[in-house]
């Protein structure tokens, strides 16, 4: 089994910053397209930002040069630097991979539990 566990949120002031991480553990061959997701109360879970195996990244155009998504497949774990944070950032944030475990012959999707990220004065 794989699992995701995701650390870093919390509550932060306008325009602070949060550096979000989530560790890919169990029985993994590789770990391939990594992203991060967040869903706010109401809204729809939405991309936030995602980083390839080759470090290409793409990010929503709402976090662009604020937000940096990062990788170290090393250590199996994706991050997320998270500056010049805004009220409408707040969301529950959720790592995503497509890890290929062993012995398996293609990736699957697996998700984290969720960070709360809170955005406030």
């Known amino acids: 089994q794989v699992q995701l566990v995701e650390s870093g949120g919390g509550l932060v002031q306008p325009g602070g910053s949060l550096r979000l991480s989530c560790v890919a553990s169990g029985s993994i061959q590789s770990v391939n397209l990594m992203s991060w997701y967040r869903q706010a109360p109401g809204n729809e879970r939405e991309l936030v930002a995602l980083?390839?195996?080759?470090?290409?990244?793409n990010y929503a155009t709402a976090v662009q040069d604020r937000f940096t998504i990062s990788r170290d497949d090393a250590k199996n774990t994706v991050y997320l630097q998270m500056n010049s944070l805004k009220p409408e950032d707040a969301a529950v944030y959720y790592c995503?991979?497509?890890?290929?475990?062993?012995?398996?012959?293609?990736?699957?999707?697996?998700w984290g539990q969720g960070a709360q990220v809170a955005v406030s004065s």
């Open positions: 980083i390839r195996p080759d470090k290409s990244t």
């Open positions: 995503n991979a497509w890890v290929r475990r062993r012995g398996a012959l293609r990736s699957e999707q697996y």
